[in-house]
């Protein structure tokens, strides 16, 4: 396999950088470029060792460095790796690449040295993963999370439940194929109550889904509602500063203006739009409109902002009407103006609703106490196992809906036989979700998102 070599760190300024060399002939390309100041060589000296040195392209001195050395299998990839640490200066980091390829070393692609940690059984599919969910959490809750599932923790889970149900799967095959060896039945009922339990947990995983993505990585949210309702000066309160312009006139806002906050344990990726309304005056307006109404419609969340002091229009009814098919909630604005606004009608569509100010800040803890719910995030446990990509949630999916069927398998009578189908396929499921069985293409396109470097 050929030896990989990436800058590792930030392209930006910045007190060290580091360019990662991994594969048999690390150790023999760093000595090509690294000069130790004692004048050893990094081929004589043992793994977990670092050196102070230089780096050279050619004659041409770079820049002073250490380097640290890894022997394999006792890497990161369980390959030979040096890692040469240099001031992190973009120029600098590039030189110090450009010299490492010359000496033999190949362009690492995306997510390649963590690939080979995979392939080298450093750590499964799943943990591997949650390695780009730690470098991107968003807060404390997120990181945990994530560093939990790095750990191991939702793979421990995922073998556990697949460990059940091979013995299961091994029982009904053996009692099904050697009769004569008079091995007991699997009564009816402990059989049921087993995988009860197994897709009680199954559900359980795929409901932390939602939640851990949040959590992790915050979640697309938009702002929606008539003009002049008050979504910029909501946007401004939830981000503590004047990132929307705000004035009395309707319409200030023409298009979709965007914050990240944090509030609680969750993370919005907020976008202020447009007002949506039928009365559209101008060109510019309509596309404003049109805008705002995809970016609602691709968003999983939505926060839609009522005026206390008037009554539902029809386009605000509408509104309702699509944003209840996905996690919605109703912000009744302006409660300082008094309330005449009749909420029975907001609460056709739904119950998620809250009071507020957005100009005095009131109702502001009301509204994330209520985001936080909406979202699973109220009561998050970063130490419990999740599921934080889509590959995991559609594996874990699967998984269920096989135990499902076994289940009604066995309520209907069928033959042992046929309920082992089923299991087989959760089985196979839950093992590709940790790598065991999953194919090259699966592998390599999971990696594709990561980053050159990692």
């Known amino acids: 396999m050929k030896t990989i070599a990436a800058i590792?760190?930030?392209?930006?300024?910045?007190?060290?950088?580091?360019?990662?060399?991994?594969?048999?002939?690390?150790i023999e390309i760093a000595d090509k470029v690294f000069v130790t100041a004692s004048g050893e060589k990094l081929s004589s000296r043992s793994g977990y060792s670092a050196a102070l040195g230089d780096v050279y392209d050619g004659k041409t001195k770079i820049d002073k460095a250490i380097a640290l050395l890894f022997r394999a299998p006792k890497s990161y990839t369980g390959e030979n790796v040096v890692e040469l640490s240099g001031h992190g200066g973009p120029y600098v980091m590039s030189r110090i690449l450009r010299?490492?390829?010359?000496?033999?070393?190949?362009?690492?692609?995306?997510?390649?040295?963590?690939?080979?940690?995979?392939?080298?059984?450093?750590?499964?599919?799943?943990?591997?993963?949650?390695?780009?969910?730690?470098?991107?959490?968003?807060?404390?809750?997120g990181h945990k999370a994530a560093l939990n599932a790095l750990l191991g923790h939702t793979s421990k889970k995922i073998s556990e439940l697949?460990?059940?149900?091979?013995?299961?799967?091994?029982?009904?095959?053996?009692?099904?194929?050697?009769?004569?060896?008079?091995?007991?039945?699997l009564s009816e009922e402990s059989l049921i109550a087993s995988l009860t339990t197994i897709k009680t947990d199954l559900f359980n995983l795929i409901n932390s889904f939602d939640a851990g993505k949040a959590v992790i990585d915050g979640i697309e949210t938009v702002?929606?509602?008539?003009?002049?309702?008050?979504?910029?000066?909501?946007?401004?309160?939830?981000?503590?500063?004047?990132?929307?312009?705000?004035?009395?006139?309707?319409?200030?806002?023409?298009?979709?203006?965007?914050?990240?906050?944090?509030?609680?344990?969750?993370?919005?990726?907020?976008?202020?739009?447009?007002?949506?309304?039928?009365?559209?005056?101008?060109?510019?307006?309509?596309?404003?409109?049109?805008?705002?109404?995809?970016?609602?419609?691709?968003?999983?969340?939505?926060?839609?902002?009522?005026?206390?002091?008037?009554?539902?229009?029809?386009?605000?009814?509408?509104?309702?009407?699509?944003?209840?098919?996905?996690?919605?909630?109703?912000?009744?604005?302006?409660?300082?103006?008094?309330?005449?606004?009749?909420v029975n009608k907001v609460k056709r569509?739904?119950?998620?609703?809250?009071?507020?100010?957005?100009?005095?800040?009131?109702?502001?803890?009301?509204?994330?106490?209520?985001?936080?719910?909406?979202l699973g995030t109220a009561d998050f446990d970063s130490s419990e196992p999740i599921l934080i990509t889509e590959r995991q949630r559609k594996l874990v999916k699967t998984a269920y809906e096989c135990v499902s069927e076994a289940l009604e398998a066995i309520k209907m009578g069928m033959t042992r036989d046929a309920v082992n189908i089923s299991l087989d396929g959760a089985v196979n499921a839950l093992l590709e979700l940790t790598g065991e069985r999953a194919s090259e293409a699966v592998v390599d396109e999971l990696f594709k998102s990561f980053c050159v470097g990692k």
């Open 8 to 26: 590792a760190t930030a392209q930006a300024a910045a007190g060290i950088g580091i360019v990662r060399i991994s594969g048999d002939r690390a």
């Open 99 to 141: 010299a490492v390829l010359n000496a033999g070393a190949e362009p690492a692609s995306p997510g390649e040295f963590t690939k080979r940690a995979f392939l080298n059984g450093k750590l499964d599919l799943s943990e591997a993963e949650a390695v780009m969910s730690v470098i991107g959490a968003k807060g404390e809750a």
């Open 162 to 185: 697949a460990a059940k149900l091979t013995k299961i799967c091994a029982h009904l095959a053996v009692w099904a194929d050697y009769p004569e060896e008079d091995i007991k039945e």
């Open 223 to 342: 702002i929606a509602g008539k003009p002049n309702v008050g979504k910029s000066t909501l946007l401004n309160l939830l981000s503590g500063s004047e990132k929307a312009i705000v004035t009395p006139h309707a319409g200030t806002t023409r298009d979709i203006i965007e914050e990240t906050v944090r509030i609680g344990n969750v993370t919005l990726k907020l976008a202020d739009t447009a007002g949506i309304h039928e009365n559209i005056s101008s060109e510019i307006e309509e596309i404003g409109v049109k805008r705002a109404v995809l970016r609602m419609e691709r968003a999983p969340f939505v926060i839609i902002v009522l005026e206390a002091v008037n009554e539902l229009t029809k386009s605000e009814e509408e509104l309702l009407r699509k944003a209840a098919e996905k996690k919605v909630l109703v912000a009744i604005n302006k409660t300082d103006l008094g309330v005449k606004l009749d």
């Open 349 to 374: 569509y739904t119950e998620n609703i809250v009071y507020i100010s957005a100009k005095s800040g009131e109702g502001l803890q009301e509204l994330i106490s209520a985001a936080e719910s909406i």
